[in-house]
């Protein structure tokens, strides 16, 4: 059993940086797709990155050049550094993890960005 827990969500101006983490524990292997979502209120759960085992990414348009992804398999970790907050990036962000066909969702951490 996989669990995923999130951390460093909260409140920040616009402008400002927040760094999500995201702890996987039980059966875990560095060969797995980690990405996270997220979801504001009346909207649809979107991508906002992804980085698979060979380590190569992708963004979603709105966050591209603002956001990076990263892991560390030793720790089974992944992060979000998020640079140049916007209003708009308001939402709760999920963290994601894709292994041998399965997946797994955290539990969300809340990121509110004011103006």
């Known amino acids: 059993q996989v669990q995923l827990v999130e951390s460093g969500g909260g409140l920040v101006q616009a402008g400002g940086s927040l760094r999500l983490s995201c702890a996987a524990s039980?059966?875990?292997?560095?060969?797995?797709?980690r990405a996270w979502y997220r979801q504001a209120p009346g909207k649809q759960r979107e991508l906002v990155a992804v980085?698979?085992?060979?380590?190569?990414?992708n963004y979603g348009d709105s966050v591209k050049g603002r956001f990076t992804i990263s892991r560390d398999n030793a720790k089974n970790t992944v992060y979000l550094q998020m640079n140049s907050l916007k209003p708009e990036d308001t939402a709760v962000y999920y963290c994601?993890?894709?292994?041998?066909?399965?997946?797994?969702w955290g539990q969300g951490t809340q990121v509110t960005v004011s103006s």
């Open positions: 039980g059966s875990i292997f560095s060969i797995s797709t």
């Open positions: 980085i698979r085992s060979g380590g190569s990414t």
């Open positions: 994601y993890l894709a292994r041998a066909g399965f997946d797994y």
